[in-house]
Structures are given as C-alpha cells and as structure tokens.
C-alpha cells in the first residue's frame, strides 16, 4: 500500500468521468487495480460522491481541450458537434495528459487519422487540413536555429551523392480543393461544403524564414517531393535533382 497508488488513482478519478461513475457502481471492481489500504478505497469512495468531483473532470478535460482548439482551430471547426465526442473517445484511450501542447495535439491527430482510415470520422478535408495544421505546428515547435545550423552543416556534402532528403524546414501536403481558398473559407469560419472543383493540389511550407512562406506547386513537383519525404522517391534524373537542390527543397544525403 503506497500514498503513490492513492495518488495515481485520485489522478486516473479526475481524468474520467466515466472511472468515477464506475466507481460508484463497482468500486471493488475499479479499486482493485490499485494497491490501497482500507482507508484509501474508503476515502476514495467519498471523493467521488462529492459534486464538485465531476466539476473537477470538466475542468481537467477543458484544459487538455484547450491546447487542442489552440493549436489546430480548422481541424476543430470541421469536427464542429463532433469535437466534444472525438475528444472524449481520444482521453479512454490517452487518459494522462504529458502537458506538453505539442505532444498531446499530435498524439490527438494520430487518434483523428486512424478514426478517419477506418470510417468512423467521414468529413471532407479533415484529413488535409489536420495534415496541414501539423506541418505548422512542427515549425511553431521547432527550434529553427539549431536547425538551419545543422543543415549547413550537412551542406558540405558534395553534391556528387545521388541520396537526398528532405529539407528539415519544408513540408508538401496534398489538398483535394484549392487550398488557398479552403484556407480562407475556414479562416471566415464558412462551414462546409464549399463548392470548389476537385483536383490535386500541392501546397508547400516553407519554414527557413521567421514567417513560414505557403505557396502552390506544380504537382509532379509535390510527388515527387513527398516520395522523398517517405523514404520512396523514384528515380530523379541530373537536372531535375540539380533544380531540387538549387531551390533548397532537398538536401544531399552521404
């Protein structure tokens, strides 16, 4: 019996509701995954009972909601009623918060993805748009200048190697509209549809500036950019990976 397993119960409480009613039901059942004393199952019997114990939960998912509706505002506003949901079956499965914005917001898309390939999410652009925002987030979070040092560095490769990768600072996302324009219908908080042709559309982040540069690229250009960035690039002819490299889109890999 340690107060650490109180502890890790009381937190695994305040994390769920759904534990928390559970408890009340079958609190034989919940407790006994923890090693507590008598008095411990006792008082967290209590804890629960009291009302202020579910404005606890509420307050503890709004904070982990928070980062979430910051940090990717379009992929929210597509979810719209379906955010509150997704989320709540997003924290049974990741019930502790690492309180790291970051971390949470990607472990939250990871979530949306896998909803989204097995069916149970079916919104139009979700997908890119989540794509998107993370491309985003990953220069908001990154540490630019440790990273263009690196790459400096990495630039005394000669450009003999025909091994290239990609920019650290570049990002493609593929779009099924007109981005620019779905970008701006979700920044006038226009909810969908949009009445926009499909087709395929490149945008390519560039993160080498303080201001992250977004700009439409041919599409041979955006396939071939995101084979690289998988690990699945076919082959490239001289010119073309000389061009590549002349747009600081690619660096040589040893």
């Known amino acids: 019996m340690t107060m650490e397993a109180f502890q890790r119960a009381m937190c695994d409480l305040v994390a769920s509701p759904e534990l928390c009613l559970a408890l009340m039901e079958s609190p034989e059942q919940v407790l006994g995954r923890y090693d507590l004393s008598e008095r411990d199952r006792r008082r967290l019997v209590e804890v629960v009972q009291q009302p202020g114990m579910f404005v606890n939960c509420s307050l503890y998912n709004a904070n982990r909601l928070s980062p979430i509706y910051n940090l990717v ?6 979810l719209g009623d379906a955010l509150l949901p997704e989320a709540t079956e997003y924290w049974k499965g990741y019930r502790e918060s690492r309180l790291q914005f970051h971390d949470e917001v990607k472990e939250f898309a990871d979530f949306l993805r896998q909803r989204i390939e097995n069916g ?4 139009p652009m979700l997908a890119e748009v989540i ?7 990953e220069f908001r979070y990154m540490q630019r200048q440790d990273v263009l040092s690196r790459v400096e560095m990495s630039e005394t490769v000669g450009r003999e190697s025909k091994r290239v990768s990609l920019h650290p600072m570049i990002r493609v996302v593929l779009f099924t509209r007109e981005p620019r324009r779905v970008l701006e219908l979700l920044d006038a908080r226009q909810p969908p549809p949009y009445d926009l042709a499909e087709g395929e559309f490149w945008l390519l982040l560039d993160g ?6 977004v700009k439409l690229i ?3 250009v955006g396939r071939v950019l995101k084979a690289i960035e998988t ?6 002819s001289d010119d073309d ?3 590549l490299l002349d747009a600081g889109l690619v660096l040589p890999v040893r």
């Open 73 to 78: 505002p379009h992929t929210c506003f597509l």
């Open 120 to 123: 149970f999410v079916r919104i």
């Open 131 to 137: 794509e998107y925002e993370l491309a985003l987030n």
């Open 208 to 213: 080498k500036e303080e201001e992250v540069s």
């Open 218 to 220: 041919d599409p041979n």
């Open 231 to 236: 690990g699945a690039a076919p082959a490239i």
């Open 241 to 243: 990976l000389e061009a």
